[in-house]
């Protein structure tokens, strides 16, 4: 397989991990895109046009995967504030019980 076709095939397993919020394939599919960008880099292409196009999906790619992980965060950080507010309203309720 070319490096051309490492990065097509990892970044659509990579887009099939968002799509299903598989944060633990994300990671390990990250690792696999790094490694890819790098043999394309030392890799002689014969289409650098087609190379290019590879990573500027990528690039778009991991700009929606940013978004995405910072809803998250920004999901799961209310989660918790909502979440000590209700163990701090339980720990008031059994001050009076």
Same mark, same amino acid.
């Given at each position: =397989?070319?490096?051309?076709?490492?990065?097509? /095939?990892?970044?659509?397993?990579?887009?099939? %991990?968002? /799509?299903?919020?598989?944060?633990? %394939?994300?990671?390990?599919?990250?690792?696999?895109?790094?490694? %890819?960008?790098?043999? /394309? =880099?030392?890799?002689?292409?014969?289409?650098?046009?087609? &190379?290019?196009?590879? =990573?500027?999906?990528?690039?778009?790619?991991?700009?929606?995967?940013?978004?995405?992980?910072?809803?998250?965060?920004?999901?799961? %950080?209310?989660? &918790?504030?909502? &979440?000590?507010?209700?163990?701090?309203? /339980?720990?008031?309720?059994?001050?009076?019980?």
């Amino acid at each position: =397989m070319s490096s051309v076709q490492l990065l097509e /095939a990892t970044g659509n397993a990579l887009r099939d %991990a968002l /799509a299903r919020r598989d944060w633990a %394939a994300i990671g390990d599919l990250d690792t696999q895109c790094r490694q %890819a960008v790098d043999e /394309a =880099m030392v890799e002689a292409v014969r289409d650098e046009g087609q &190379l290019r196009e590879r =990573m500027q999906e990528l690039l778009d790619l991991y700009r929606e995967l940013v978004l995405t992980c910072q809803a998250e965060q920004r999901r799961l %950080a209310s989660e &918790l504030v909502q &979440l000590n507010h209700s163990q701090q309203g /339980a720990k008031v309720y059994q001050l009076f019980t």
